[in-house]
Structure formats: C-alpha cells, structure tokens
C-alpha cells in the first residue's frame, strides 16, 4: 500500500473502525493459539489463518464476539469446513480416472443413479443438494463404476450453479470415454431459495444434459429417464 493510500485509510473514519476490527482479530487468533491452536487443528483439519482470521471478523461485523466461548474456536472450524467444501478446485479428473478406464466389449447402457452430493451456490455461498443420475452407452470402453460419484463430488465441492455442474460431470465422462452416448440429470433442493428470498421449502430443480444417443434418439432417452425414475 502506498503512503497516500495508508494515510487515506487511517483519516477515514470508517477505515479506522476496519482497523479496530482487524486489531480485534488479532486479538483473537493469538488467544485462539493459547486455547490449545494444536489440538484443534489435529481435530478439525489444517488451518488457514487467512481464513480464520476472515471467519474471525465475519462474526465480528454480524455484531457477535469471537472471543465468548461457543465461538472461539468458530473460525478455524468455519475455515476447515470450508476448504473441504471446496476441495473440488485442487482436484483434476485426470487423476481421479488414471488406470480406471478399461477395454470392454460392451455396449449397452451403464446406469449410476441416486448418486448424493452438496455443494455451494456461487451466488450466497449457501448449499444445495441432492442426486445426481448418470448414464451412458460404452464404445469399447467402460470406467470403473466408484469413479462417477467420484468426478460428481470433484465438480459437485467448488463454489457452483447447478446448470453448469450438470454440464461439467457429463462433458467430462464424454471427454474420457468417447461414448456412444452420455445422460445426466440432477434433482437438488437450493438453501437459498429454502431459507431465504422465496422461503419455498419443498422447491426442486431438475437439470439434465444428454449427448450423443441420449440426445438423438426418444427410445435411449426414455428408457434412461425410466431407470432413473424406478425405485
């Protein structure tokens, strides 16, 4: 930060009350480290004191006090929970496929269903959840059946809109295996739209992308969309 810009920060009134906050995070993260900081980092995952310390002042701004007890550890609990969240971003479907791609002469439908996922809404950061189906037609090739809800969950944990994850999971099997054909649907239920803004509790959201056979002939999509709907 320059000199001007450093000097503007401290003579507005509203920056000083910034650094007030940011002295009291600080506060905070040196008694959170004298409440045993070890323990809770073994417990609840690695910490990020970037993100505690946000956390911290998040808590602060809502006009809580991080220091009482139910929250002192809130912020490294808050900033693991989130990193697993969003784990997805430091994953790349290349791994999670390598040596599960296998030669088969089959091809008929392949069918995973009532696949169970959450993830975050990229608009207010607040879950939404639900299953994910997927289907496709091998052309000498089939995947290991573990690796689908494997690529749903690596898309499904990054800040999302659900068009875009249900476009994402099917391109990238299309990509990996060269299919006759691939289907996706998902059915999930939006935190934002439950708990907030319309309050509408039993809302749901139905995606779908089909590619190849699923999308050019009725009798394939049908008898996918048939299986997905059976019990």
């Known amino acids: 930060m320059s000199d001007t810009a450093d000097a503007n920060f401290t003579s507005n009134p509203e920056s000083s009350d910034k650094m007030d906050v940011r002295a009291q995070v600080t506060e905070h993260r040196s008694m ?7 323990s809770v980092e073994d417990e609840f995952g690695i910490a990020n004191p970037l993100l505690e310390d946000i956390y911290a002042e998040i808590l602060m701004q809502i006009g809580e006090d991080p220091s ?3 929250l002192v550890k809130t912020p490294r609990r808050a900033s ?3 990193s697993f969240m969003t784990q997805g971003y430091h994953q790349d479907s290349k791994d999670i496929l390598n040596g599960a791609i ?3 002469d089959y091809d008929d439908m392949v069918i995973v269903k009532n696949i169970e996922f959450y993830s975050l809404c990229e608009h207010h950061i607040l879950p939404f959840f639900g ?3 997927v289907g496709y037609i091998p052309s000498g090739k089939i995947i290991g059946l573990s690796k689908i809800p494997r690529i ?3 898309f499904a944990r990054r800040l999302q809109v659900q068009e875009r994850l249900t476009e994402q999971i099917a391109r990238t099997l299309d990509e990996a295996l060269h299919p006759l054909g691939v289907a996706v649907i998902i059915e999930a239920q939006h935190m934002c739209m439950m708990i907030r803004g319309v309050e509408k509790q039993n809302s749901k959201t139905i ?4 590619l190849g056979e699923f999308r050019d002939k009725d009798s394939t ?3 996918f969309m048939q299986s997905c709907q059976s019990k």
Request: glycine share 14%.
């Open 80 to 82: 693991t929970a989130i």
């Open 221 to 223: 999509r049908s008898e």
């Open 68 to 70: 009482r007890g139910g």
């Open 152 to 154: 749903v969950d690596m």
């Open 32 to 38: 959170l480290h004298s409440h045993g900081g070890a």
């Open 102 to 104: 296998f030669n088969e």
């Open 131 to 133: 299953n994910c189906h």
């Open 207 to 210: 995606t779908n992308v089909m």
